[in-house]
């Protein structure tokens, strides 16, 4: 599958979604939670958008940080959670908020393609406790073969994903319509393999079906002298 052809079959996925939207990356969450531990005392959502994954990190942790870059996110994140004592929002960028160290657990979803990725890797896991635990979901640019054939196989795959959640909303509310800008992925997965080999060895890095790939690191824990 060529470049050309790979680039035509997402533009039409992309117009597809607009009639049948789905989350791609809530439809992760669960996997997420599964890779963290069963309790957290402080855990950080970076990219949160209007905050689904903080409301479900919350059911787990005694407190729970939403990151957003974009105004209207970050107030409609605060209006859904307004109930929950435990979260809050800030409308920050990533590399230059003032954040406190030592959080339990970090996500990132969608969001370091929109940053120098190296320097905002390093930003992420220098924000862990000792032992904490780092999930980048992230998007890639496709620059092999068999990173066009696994976006191949995503289309049909996107087309009964999309119908079907489209079929399970026609009693409930339309999805909440994405406001925060969004930027082409100019990062392949042999770049961002490179850059953990650096800065966060021993990561986990898997290629997921709907052009996602996931990160998952875990902090060293310190040693006594």
């Not at 409301?55 to 407190?63: C, F, K, N, Y």
């Not at 109930?83 to 954040?99: G, I, M, W, Y």
């Not at 970090?106 to 190296?118: C, D, G, K, M, R």
């Amino acid at each position: 599958m060529t470049a050309a052809v790979g680039q035509r079959a997402l533009a039409w996925c992309g117009a597809w979604n607009q009639a049948h939207p789905w989350d791609h990356n809530a439809h992760h969450h669960g996997w997420i939670e599964r890779h963290l531990p069963s309790h957290l005392n402080a855990a950080l959502d970076v990219g949160c958008g209007t905050g689904d994954l903080v409301r479900r990190l919350s059911r787990r942790a005694s407190h729970v940080t939403g990151l957003d870059a974009d105004p209207a996110s970050i107030d409609t994140a605060r209006r859904l959670s307004h109930e929950q004592h435990n979260v809050d929002f800030r409308c920050e960028d990533l590399l230059t908020a003032d954040l406190p160290s030592g959080y339990d657990a970090i996500t990132a979803l969608a969001v370091l393609h929109h940053v120098p990725f190296e320097p905002a890797l390093v930003r992420l896991r220098d924000l862990l406790t000792p032992g904490g635990t780092l999930i980048v979901l992230g998007v890639y640019r496709e620059e092999t073969p068999s990173d066009y054939l696994l976006s191949a196989a995503a289309v049909p795959a996107n087309l009964v994903m999309g119908t079907a959640k489209t079929r399970q909303r026609r009693s409930a509310q339309r999805p909440l319509a994405m406001t925060a800008p969004t930027a082409p992925t100019t990062t392949t997965l042999r770049e961002v393999r490179e850059v953990a080999h650096r800065q966060t060895p021993g990561a986990a890095l898997r290629r997921h079906l709907f052009w996602r790939y996931s990160l998952r690191y875990t902090a060293p824990l310190h040693v006594g002298r």
